[in-house]
């Protein structure tokens, strides 16, 4: 067995199903070792470039808990799964990127595809190893996957050199536990701030519960919502957090922050108590954060100590596992109707409902609610970055946890096809609806090949408003509608586009041809649909906190729209 071999055999004792990648020079021992006839249990997906690779080991892991895995070859190989690597680390994904390097005699001379990539990577990964002794690699691969998916999950890159991977292994064993100096995540929460937590809670007349991405992770929806009904306390999510409650729970506040529901905001601006749970009060949910909760104490559940205080000074810190430090507050709270509160909360979402005006040309949120209807919400929604991603969040009412996956904390624009294509091979027996727009779908469209040629049937909703919508629509409020760099015309046409893919194209112009057109795509499950909707130009994402700002200057849709 050589290094690549063993590290092939490493993957499957971790229980690896599928790799994402692309190979190439020093790659080349890890595809050989790929193509064993004892490595046929892993399934080994070529795309068609690296950032998607990254993209759809995301999707997987997302969609499962699972850890992704993408591999990649030395040099540009590398460099181009860095964008991947930077969206797993802020949305806390738990993936492992393997990278081909070049011989360990030739790192640092400037050889042919060389990149320092555990330099690059540096700022964006949990670790890095680099083996230079070929008997260190099933330990590392064991340290990789547990630094992965322990405490708060992210990326962890293993470069192999190409040397090392052909030299021979003398014994190999995989071990069965490790340990790792200095890393020691907690996961047990301390009583006393337990006990001091449910106090305040008890004692709070609005509190808010303020549930992030790590409610997801930690599989805590099911805590996080006795919670709600036992201290009868309203809930709000963020982007990365929804699914958390269903929305449609009557404690349900759906999702706050920027282009948040007004009622959530209001909520968040009343309350005198929040408690954040697995999020890390960004500067989307926050804007002005002297003004953020202003007054309300805080109560922080969170796994990660460097985000305890960062932002927000918490009154009372509970760190550990977010599943853990919910049932502790569960155990101890009283029962509280909180009348005054909830009825207050109620009306917000009578007065302020989300909305937006019917008449003139198509409408995404009209789309949007068409495919919750048609569904019955029971597909895996994937959003790129943009309008169409804050509309999805806005009007498809969510009913599970991992139901729900889009790039947050980095805002990649190219997400949403790949990471499509990973959820769907994780999940081969459900619909994978991708919800993108015509700015963002462009910067990976080429893995429409990887879903045509490996049978992994996509449905795709593009939003084809003929420009990077977001942007407009910030030009529009706050640059006197100076447009620079925001309009893509007409090209390419994406209904020919998906047919010399081998997909399935639609085109949609009117209201009255939505409907057909979901029912078509749903019952199409042979081959990956893409439905290009002609959606109105002008159509702007409300509510609006503009950034900076606080909940004072938010901004609804006009009056009078549906």
């Not at 929460?189 to 937590?197: G, I, K, P, T």
């Not at 509970?318 to 909830?342: P, T």
Request: glycine letters at 8%; a negative charge.
């Amino acid at each position: 067995m050589n290094g690549a071999e063993a590290l092939v055999e490493s993957l499957k004792q971790e229980g690896v199903d599928v790799i994402f990648g692309i190979s190439g020079g020093a790659a080349l021992p890890i595809y050989d070792a790929l193509n064993l006839e004892s490595s046929r249990s892993i399934r080994n997906i070529l795309v068609r470039h690296e950032q998607g690779a990254a993209h759809m080991a995301e999707g997987y892991a997302k969609s499962t808990g699972k850890v992704g895995v993408c591999l990649a070859t030395s040099g540009p190989g590398a460099t181009n799964l860095v964008t991947g690597i930077a969206d797993a680390l802020l949305d806390s994904v738990p993936m492992v990127a393997i990278t081909g390097q070049v011989a360990s005699t030739l790192i640092g001379t400037d050889a042919f595809q060389e990149a320092d990539i555990m330099g690059i990577t540096m700022p964006i990964v949990k670790h890095s190893f680099q083996p230079r002794d070929v008997n260190e690699i099933p330990e590392i691969v064991k340290k990789a996957f547990y630094l992965a998916r322990s405490g708060r999950p992210g990326p962890v890159l293993i470069d192999l050199p190409k040397d090392i991977a052909a030299q021979e292994i003398t014994n190999f064993k995989y071990p069965t536990q490790v340990s790792i100096l200095g890393y020691n995540p907690v996961k047990d929460c301390v009583q006393e701030d337990v006990d001091r937590a449910v106090e305040m809670i008890n004692q709070a007349q609005k509190p808010v519960l303020y549930a992030g991405g790590g409610v997801i992770i930690s599989e805590a929806h099911r805590e996080l919502a006795a919670l709600a009904e036992k201290g009868s306390i309203p809930v709000a999510t963020t982007l990365m957090g929804r699914g958390a409650i269903p929305d449609s729970h009557p404690l349900a506040l759906h999702m706050l922050g920027m282009h948040g529901t007004a009622y959530a905001n209001w909520a968040v601006g009343e309350a005198d108590l929040l408690i954040a749970v697995g999020t890390r009060f960004d500067d989307r949910v926050t804007g002005n954060l002297a003004r953020f909760a202003p007054h309300a104490k805080v109560v922080h559940l969170e796994m990660d100590p460097a985000e305890i205080h960062k932002n927000r000074h918490a009154d009372v810190a509970v760190q550990g596992d977010a599943k853990e430090a919910l049932s502790r507050l569960l155990e101890g709270i009283q029962r509280n109707a909180r009348q005054e509160w909830v009825a207050r909360i109620t009306e917000w979402k009578t007065q302020e409902p989300l909305r937006y005006d019917p008449a003139g040309p198509l409408k995404p949120q009209y789309i949007l609610e068409q495919l919750a209807e048609t569904t019955g919400m029971e597909p895996i929604f994937v959003t790129d970055v943009g309008q169409h991603q804050m509309w999805a969040a806005q009007f498809l009412p969510f009913k599970r946890p991992r139901q729900w996956l889009t790039s947050g904390g980095l805002g990649t624009m190219g997400f949403g096809l790949p990471a499509a294509i990973g959820a769907k091979v994780a999940n081969p027996k459900q619909d994978v609806w991708v919800i993108s727009g015509d700015g963002s779908f462009q910067m990976n469209l080429q893995e429409l090949a990887t879903a045509t040629l490996y049978d992994i049937p996509v449905k795709i909703a593009l939003f084809n408003n003929g420009s990077l919508g977001m942007v407009k629509q910030w030009q529009t409020l706050f640059y006197n509608e100076r447009y620079e760099g925001v309009h893509l015309k007409d090209v390419p046409d994406f209904k020919l586009l998906a047919e010399a893919y081998g997909a399935v194209g639609i085109r949609v112009n009117t209201p009255e041809e939505v409907r057909p057109a979901l029912e078509k795509a749903r019952n199409i499950q042979d081959r990956t649909v893409l439905i290009d909707f002609q959606v109105d130009p002008d159509e702007h994402v409300y509510p609006m906190i503009p950034a900076g700002q606080s909940v004072d200057e938010m901004r609804l849709y006009p009056r009078g729209s549906k």
